[in-house]
């Protein structure tokens, strides 16, 4: 089992920066990928960045781009998503989440943490 402890979030102004962590316990990462997804209310849900935590390749959501970047600590087991030059449209609740690698799921997931962008 991976347990994901979520922390950073908050209210910012449109043009400001943020960065949510996500420290992990449990097995090693080696086989996994670690991902932040966000939720809006109306919204599906959104993979926002992931990286696979061996070699350090990642992903981003073309409506991140650019602006968002994610990277992870290995030494303290910690994933980050630094996000910066926010717009309202990127309100959500955001997720720390974690899927072994030969599964598609994510199936570990953070408690949430609540990111507010004002205009």
């Known amino acids: 089992q991976v347990q994901l402890v979520e922390s950073g979030g908050g209210l910012v102004q449109a043009g400001g920066s943020l960065r949510l962590s996500c420290a992990a316990s449990g097995p090693t990462l080696d086989s996994f990928a670690m991902g932040w997804l966000r939720r809006a209310p109306g919204n599906d849900g959104e993979r926002v960045a992931s990286i696979i935590w061996k070699d350090g390749t990642t992903y981003y959501a073309q409506s991140v781009k650019g602006r968002f970047t994610i990277f992870r600590d290995s030494a303290q087991s910690t994933v980050h998503l630094q996000m910066s030059d926010l717009k309202p449209e990127d309100t959500a609740i955001y997720y720390c989440?974690?899927?072994?690698?030969?599964?598609?799921?994510?199936?570990?997931w953070g408690q949430g943490t609540q990111v507010t962008v004002s205009s």
């Open positions: 989440a974690a899927r072994v690698l030969s599964v598609g799921d994510y199936s570990y």
